[in-house]
């Protein structure tokens, strides 16, 4: 069983940047494709990015194409969500996913998530 535990979330001012983290317990990560998903209360849960296995092709949603950069460092079973030029609408929990295999936009094909992590974007 791989457990996901994300951090880096908070309050920032509108134009601020965020990082989150996601480490990934047990061993073959690399096996892993990795993503990131994204929901406000009330609302359905929103694909935000993914990256592969080896970290060489990376997907964006395109709202946040631009200013957010997904990132993996397969030696210490972490992914990352760099986020830019925050906006008010990208207040939202923040959720890591993994899945076996090859990476996916649809959420029903991840195996494992995390708690989230609360982003807050005030105007």
């Known amino acids: 069983q791989v457990q996901l535990v994300e951090s880096g979330g908070g309050l920032v001012q509108a134009g601020g940047s965020l990082r989150l983290s996601c480490v990934a317990s047990?061993?073959?990560?690399?096996?892993?494709?990795m993503g990131w998903f994204r929901q406000v209360p009330g609302k359905e849960r929103e694909f935000v990015s993914t990256?592969?296995?080896?970290?060489?092709?990376?997907s964006y949603a395109d709202s946040v194409k631009g200013r957010f950069t997904i990132s993996r460092d397969n030696a210490k079973n972490t992914v990352y969500l760099q986020m830019n030029g925050l906006k008010p609408e990208d207040t939202a929990v923040y959720y890591c996913?993994?899945?076996?295999?090859?990476?996916?936009?649809?959420?029903?094909?991840?195996?494992?998530w995390g708690q989230g992590t609360q982003v807050t974007v005030s105007s």
């Open positions: 996913v993994a899945k076996i295999g090859g990476s996916s936009r649809l959420q029903l094909e991840y195996e494992y």
């Open positions: 047990g061993r073959g990560f690399s096996t892993y494709a």
């Open positions: 990256i592969s296995r080896g970290g060489g092709v990376t």
